[in-house]
């Protein structure tokens, strides 16, 4: 799916719950312009959210959002930023090759 993070949250709001996922993986760029208006579209419908950044700012503004994480806690789903970041940095620094 792809829209505009900049439109009103109801156009977003309307994309997600016509597309009908359950998981929302952000691979737009860069994440610190998307992640925080995607995250809480996700949360507001109910759907689990995952990205693939390394920025440690994101983690800490969302585990600092008590609000946020009730909210997606008593909807069972999960906010998972940085999904992947470790795990190729434990590639890269094992030397192992990692191919698609």
Do not use: W
Not at 7 to 26: A, G, H, T, Y
Request: aromatic fraction near 12%; hydrophobic fraction near 40%.
């Amino acid at each position: 799916m792809i829209f505009n993070v900049s439109e009103d949250n109801k156009n977003i709001d309307k994309v997600l719950i016509e597309s009908d996922v359950r998981v929302f993986v952000n691979c737009a760029g860069p994440l610190f312009k998307t992640y925080r208006v995607l995250v809480e579209a996700c949360v507001r419908n109910g759907i689990s959210y995952i990205d693939f950044t390394g920025d440690f700012n994101e983690i800490e503004d969302l585990m600092s959002d008590e609000e946020l994480n009730r909210v997606a806690k008593n909807k069972n789903i999960s906010i998972v930023p940085v999904t992947f970041f470790h795990f190729f940095q434990n590639l890269h620094q094992r030397d192992v090759e990692f191919h698609v």
